[in-house]
């Protein structure tokens, strides 16, 4: 098929690549000149395994090309995906549709033949409902000019697989000939036995929002539980372990520290509140304000970590900090937990030092005042602590002898309760982590 993607930002950039893996013809579409002439060239403008390999291979093949021309996209592509971001508007925790709404106004004029715009991007319910009304009004194909919701589910460090081997499709659509095409879309993956789920357009927008407000709740309950762990002198790696052998709890999201952050979660969980107000159900939602508080409070705890080891204050003290992506396998370091503590603990006095295996040039952009460093041995030469806040295997892998002839004092805060506390304890470190009061 003939397949446009608009945006080539994370979502986009896998999106099309992956599409045109599949065999059908992309064109993918970007306000961005420098990012498109990028992956025209074969080079991803982001890290993300496996991601390389897809894009050298479809733009190899032609089967993958880039423009910046939105008329273009209208005279090539049968199927319009619109993959733009959603980020959250400045003083209000409501989403910033302006990116969607920019799409749909610049592609809907030169729309006069029958196609199928597909969103991918998180939006509030009852965006789908009035993009279709949008294009109704400005698209010279009228009612020719459809609209279906085609959620994403992708997980960064594994959006490659997500996208080609995802656990479920899941696809909101008017009209059965809609349903057909994104069938036809998606053939090579169905053909797996991949769950197809067929649903009107409001529940496919609230299926990605709903999912993600789940899976913050998950991460900040066990994170207040790591909490009463302190409070009471329990463990709760063990806990975790323990509840996670329940069929209905299951092990995944379950490891309390320094909690969540990224692009997706904060932003999209905060937007799901603010549309519920709007619809007048806060209350239905009203429990999400304390997933997200709880969140947000992992990071002064581990400040407050990491400043008792040292003495009660910061000042003049030097500050490893191990991890500046939000996650691991990833360069993103949109709302970067680890930075964040990183840049308060800076203003609280020390000399922070800062290594990530990947995320160190887009950290200095967002953090420039911070110092970085291209090893981690480097980066904890001399210091008074060292914290672990990204889960790296470079990281789970150090020798903590070997780390301990370049520190000053053998003390490690570990954000991610990934380390193993005997190995380092072994080593003569002292070790603080989240909620491991009796480990």
């Known amino acids: 098929m003939r397949i446009t993607v608009i945006g080539t930002g994370y979502l986009g950039a896998v999106h099309a690549a992956c599409m045109a893996d599949l065999g059908h013809d992309v064109l993918g579409v970007d306000v961005d000149t420098a990012k498109i002439e990028a992956l025209a060239a074969g080079r991803p403008p982001f890290f993300e395994p496996g991601l390389s390999e897809v894009l050298s291979r479809t733009v190899g093949s032609g089967k993958l090309k880039f423009t910046t021309s939105l008329a273009d996209a209208a005279a090539f592509g049968d199927v319009h995906f619109v993959c733009v971001g959603t980020p ?21 004029p030169h729309l006069d033949r029958e196609t199928l715009v597909v969103g991918k991007s998180t939006v509030p319910v009852g965006t789908a409902a009035a993009v279709a009304a949008r294009l109704a009004e400005l698209a010279p194909a009228g009612a020719g000019a459809e609209v279906a919701w085609n959620p994403e589910f992708l997980r960064e460090g594994f959006a490659v697989d997500d996208t080609l081997r995802p656990d479920r499709l899941v696809v909101g659509t008017v009209s059965a000939k809609a349903d057909a095409i994104l069938r036809d879309v998606y053939a090579p993956i169905l053909a797996t036995g991949t769950p197809y789920i067929r649903t ?23 994170n207040a539980i790591a909490d009463v762990c302190d409070a009471a002198g329990g463990d709760v790696v063990t806990l975790a372990e323990a509840i996670g052998y329940d069929g209905r709890i299951g092990h995944r999201f379950l490891s309390a ?31 999400l304000g304390e997933v997200d508080e709880i969140n947000m409070r992992r990071r002064q705890r581990v400040v407050g970590l990491a400043r008792k080891l040292v003495g009660g204050s910061f000042l003049g003290r030097n500050v490893a900090v191990l991890g500046a992506a939000f996650k691991p396998n990833s360069d993103d370091v949109r709302d970067s937990p680890a930075l964040n503590v990183a840049a308060t603990i800076q203003l609280q006095g020390a000399n922070v030092r800062v290594h990530d295996p990947e995320a160190i040039e887009n ?11 291209h090893e981690a041995a480097k980066a904890c030469e001399k210091a008074d602590v060292v914290l672990h806040l990204t889960e790296w295997q470079e990281y789970l892998d150090i020798d903590p002898e070997e780390l301990a002839q370049v520190v000053s004092h053998r003390r490690i805060v570990d954000g991610r309760n990934a380390l193993s506390l005997d190995r380092w304890r072994a080593a003569s470190w002292t070790v603080r982590g989240l909620g491991r009061a009796s480990a």
């Open 200 to 222: 009107d357009l409001a529940t496919a927008e609230l299926v990605k929002v709903s999912a993600n407000a789940f899976l913050a709740t998950k991460i900040s309950f066990i």
């Open 257 to 287: 520290g320094l909690g969540f952050g990224g692009g997706c979660l904060p932003k999209d969980i905060r937007a799901f509140m603010a549309r519920a107000e709007e619809l007048g159900v806060h209350d239905a939602l009203a429990f």
């Open 88 to 108: 959250q508007k400045p003083g209000s925790h409501a989403a910033d549709l302006k990116h969607v709404n920019a799409v749909i106004d610049g592609l809907a």
């Open 363 to 373: 950290a200095r952009a967002a953090f420039p005042s911070l110092d970085y460093a």
